[in-house]
């Protein structure tokens, strides 16, 4: 599957910003999809993940309450609506699909074996 993130840009400090990443080419509707950052010198880091259905969300303690993680799976699509942005929310963002079955939401990025290109976000204060 290929992913395709859009929707970074440069933002104030407690503004708001929607990021997309569209599939194609793969099964999107069975696959749980991510949200991954990376901040300059800083390891990938989990953000957000969704299973396939929608249903059921996880989100990393920092975005837990700012953050929401969405999907459209008639449009191959998922989101990551971001409020209350902050400086240190600043990093490349990444989407990733985990293609394995499993029941539970998984964190790690050697977990998710299609990522998607990124998009930066900037947060100004």
């Known amino acids: 599957v290929q992913l395709q993130a859009s929707g970074g840009g440069l933002v104030q400090a407690g503004g708001s910003l929607r990021l997309s990443c569209a599939a194609s080419g793969g099964s999107f509707r069975r696959y749980h999809m991510g949200w991954f950052r990376q901040a300059p010198e800083k390891e990938r880091e989990f953000v957000s993940a969704?299973?396939?259905?929608?249903?059921?969300?996880l989100y990393a303690d920092s975005v837990e309450g700012r953050f929401t993680i969405s999907r459209d799976n008639a449009k191959d699509t998922v989101y990551l609506q971001m409020n209350s942005l902050k400086p240190e929310d600043t990093a490349v963002y990444y989407c990733?699909?985990?293609?394995?079955?499993?029941?539970?939401?998984?964190?790690?990025?050697?977990?998710?074996?299609?990522w998607g290109q990124g998009t930066q976000l900037t947060v100004s204060s």
């Open positions: 969704i299973n396939w259905s929608g249903g059921t969300t």
């Open positions: 990733a699909a985990d293609r394995t079955w499993t029941r539970h939401l998984r964190i790690e990025t050697s977990e998710y074996d299609s």
